[in-house]
């Protein structure tokens, strides 16, 4: 009988539920023990998660930076987490082989990418198919490939100007809505050989449905981050709604899917590096319930950031009238400025990108105060500890988050950050921590015996992420943000509308979800220049 009954209990005891609970409870307990030195901000049973789910996490990040320090812990319900804005410690975990995705929180993001919940580029563990996905598509960033894409950017740029300029100045322009329709024209195009239609139909056609459809499959996976088991919860009709949205957007993918395969994309194209890619598990192209989520993440990525850091930068430069003077300037001098002098300007070409310098430099400024990815990214280890600069533990299974709005606007890390200041990268190596050198220390304490090099060179400006997992579509952002701007800050100055309550009507609109945007739009009026 006793026999029995120990036998049992030893059962129980190994079986994989009771191990895992085992495991689980190990993992909070070291996350705990060993996070808990760290200064934190006051919160309760839920951890952070409370003032994350106000939609203004990476300014919650800031502020924490500015009261907490560059290293903090919080919680965010069960699972410990270490922040950290120093760019040493940055850069290191960024570059470390040892961290990797969270799974765990980006598996909310299959479901609306994926109708199998498939993981994409951005979402999957850095496994030999990411790897192969991730080697296959990036030469369509390279720079001879963008030149060859380069026309459909102007090609968007005009048709966004033809548009504005019919409106004229007196009308009220939700621009963050236009900008966004250019980027996704952008896309269709270099990345799909496809036209999307969304600035042609600013002229009075329909909305672009697939800018809709994009936003509420976006509110959904926000609203799923901020409700662990809502996906669960299917007698509530706002969760079937969220459903419906993200079959709306897996039918995008399927059609941009379906339309790849019957008309096969110029092989410069993103979408014709992606049909090249073989499976390393099958030897064979990629299936298409594998393809299908690379579309949606290629698509979403590749215009709902952009869009929406180009409508920033304008409402900048809107409220600093001398740094918009600037620009005027340097475009005049390169002949793309329409004056009364010049009515009709010369058209950008590739070449000019580089030589706008000022311009460039409001841009990274932008990008700096306003990072579309501003809540930050993080990283962990399910299996073993981690030693980060050869000092910080960071236990198994606990988070390390780098928020990349509190790295780039905190004052440990920049002087005057609220200040809109593009002088600043005028200077070489503005991106890097002031009087760095290299972090000399690799991962787990190694000596790095690579000091001074510019991967290990601690960063205080980290937009695009960095190391293995950084942004693999910035070149093409770049390319598009440059050549937009300069089309339309060369034929317009932009004025904030009253509808949006003025510098700080905007700032208290600003919501981040998985990008930072305003949930009022950008309303403005554009004033044809000449
Ligand atoms: C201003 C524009 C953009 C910003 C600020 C931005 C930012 C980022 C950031 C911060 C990450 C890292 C995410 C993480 O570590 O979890 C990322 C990854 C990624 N981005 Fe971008 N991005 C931009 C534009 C684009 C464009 C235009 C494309 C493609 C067309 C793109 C495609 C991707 C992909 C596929 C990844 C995942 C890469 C990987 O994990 O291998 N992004 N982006």
Redesign the pocket.
């Known amino acids: 009988m006793w026999g029995l009954a120990v036998k049992v209990l030893v059962a129980l005891l190994l079986s994989p539920v009771v191990l895992r609970l085992c495991n689980f409870i190990s993992t909070v307990w070291r996350g705990h023990r060993y996070l808990k030195h760290y200064p934190s901000p006051k919160y309760g049973i839920l951890g952070i998660l409370p003032a994350l789910a106000t939609g203004r996490g990476h300014r919650v990040f800031t502020q924490y930076a500015k009261e907490l320090g560059p290293i903090f812990h919080c919680r965010i319900l069960w699972l410990h987490v270490l922040c950290v804005t120093d760019p040493v410690l940055v850069t290191e975990a960024y570059n470390s082989k040892v961290l990797d ?1 969270n799974r765990a929180a980006l598996m909310i993001m299959d479901a609306m990418l994926s109708p199998q919940d498939h993981p994409s ?2 979402t999957a563990m850095s496994d030999a198919h990411w790897k192969a996905v ?1 080697k296959g598509i990036a030469p369509a960033f390279s720079p001879h490939n963008l030149r060859q894409c380069f026309r459909h950017v102007v090609e968007a740029g005009q048709q966004v100007r033809s548009v504005l300029l019919e409106w004229g100045p007196d009308r009220v322009v939700d621009i963050d809505n236009v900008l966004l329709r250019e980027a996704l024209d952008v ?1 269709g195009r270099v ?1 799909f050989d496809r036209d999307m239609g969304a600035t042609k139909s600013l002229g009075g056609g329909p909305a672009s449905s697939n800018v809709i459809a994009t936003a509420e499959a976006m509110h959904e996976v926000e609203m799923r981050f901020r409700e662990p088991y809502r996906r669960y919860k299917i007698w509530r009709k706002d969760v079937r709604e969220g459903k419906k949205a993200f079959d709306r957007y897996h039918d995008i993918e399927k059609w941009l899917l379906n339309e790849i395969r019957t008309t096969p994309p110029a092989p410069s194209t ?1 979408a014709g590096h992606l049909l090249r890619i073989k499976d390393p598990a099958t030897g064979k192209p990629l299936a298409d319930e594998r393809i299908l989520p690379e579309i949606g ?2 698509f979403l ?2 215009f709902e ?2 869009g929406h ?1 180009a409508a920033w930068i304008l409402f900048l430069l809107s409220q600093h009238p001398d740094k918009e003077a600037k620009i005027v300037a340097e475009l005049d001098a390169a002949g793309l400025l329409a004056s009364k002098r010049q009515p009709q300007p010369r058209e950008l070409v590739y070449e000019d990108l580089s030589k706008l310098t000022y311009l460039n430099a409001a841009i990274k400024e932008g ?1 700096r105060m306003f ?3 501003g809540t930050g ?1 993080t990283r962990l280890n399910p299996k073993r500890d981690v030693l980060l600069g050869g000092k910080i533990l960071i236990p198994k299974g606990s988070l390390i988050w780098m928020p990349t709005h509190a790295i780039q606007n905190s004052t440990s890390n920049w002087e005057s950050p609220d200040e809109f200041l593009p002088e600043r990268w005028l200077e070489p190596g503005a991106e890097f921590a002031a009087g760095s050198t290299g972090s000399g220390k690799g991962e787990d304490g190694e000596e790095d015996g690579d000091m001074g090099s510019e991967t290990r060179r601690p960063r205080r400006y980290v ?3 960095l190391g293995p ?6 070149t ?2 770049n390319m598009n943000l440059t050549a937009t701007l300069a089309q339309l800050l060369g034929r317009f100055s932009f004025k904030l509308a009253e509808e949006m309550g003025g510098p700080e009507g905007v700032l208290a609109a600003e919501r981040a979800s998985l990008t930072v945007s305003s949930e009022k739009g950008m309303q403005m009026h554009c004033i044809p220049r000449g």
């Open positions: 995705k580029l951005v991730r896309i990345g993103i993440i290629l990525a590749g950031t952009t850091t990008l990072p579309a990815v990214t937009p695009f992420a997992r950084n942004c693999v579509g910035q093409l952002a």
